[in-house]
Nanobody, 115 residues
Framework: QVQLVESGGGLVQAGGSLRLSCAASGIIFSIHTMGWYRQAPGKQRELVAAITSGGSTNYADSVKGRFTISRDNAKNTVYLQMNSLKPEDTAVYYC?????????WGKGTLVTVSS
């Protein structure tokens, strides 16, 4: 059974930092693209950042220069370092694993940025 478990969300003031983690189990981690998505109230879920099995990354324009995605294949974990947080970053953040025939989601972790 595949599980993606996010952690690290919480309440932070604008300008602060948080580090999200997503631990995967039940599947070979290293060969899949991992991503972080977010969904704010009343809005569609959007891609925040993704990292391929080879380490290539891409980011939403809104987070470039502030967020960094990384992965530790030995720990089956993907991270999202979020710096210079803004109130508009408030959302539920979801971990995602994608492959040719798979698409798994975590349950999400709430990030709230106060002004």
């Amino acid at each position: 059974q595949v599980q993606l478990v996010e952690s690290g969300g919480g309440l932070v003031q604008a300008g602060g930092s948080l580090r999200l983690s997503c631990a995967a189990s039940g599947i070979i981690f290293s060969i899949h693209t991992m991503g972080w998505y977010r969904q704010a109230p009343g809005k569609q879920r959007e891609l925040v950042a993704a990292i391929t099995s080879g380490g290539s990354t891409n980011y939403a324009d809104s987070v470039k220069g502030r967020f960094t995605i990384s992965r530790d294949n030995a720990k089956n974990t993907v991270y999202l370092q979020m710096n210079s947080l803004k109130p508009e970053d408030t959302a539920v953040y979801y971990c995602n694993m994608q492959g040719n025939i798979i698409n798994y989601w975590g349950k999400g972790t709430l990030v709230t940025v106060s002004s």
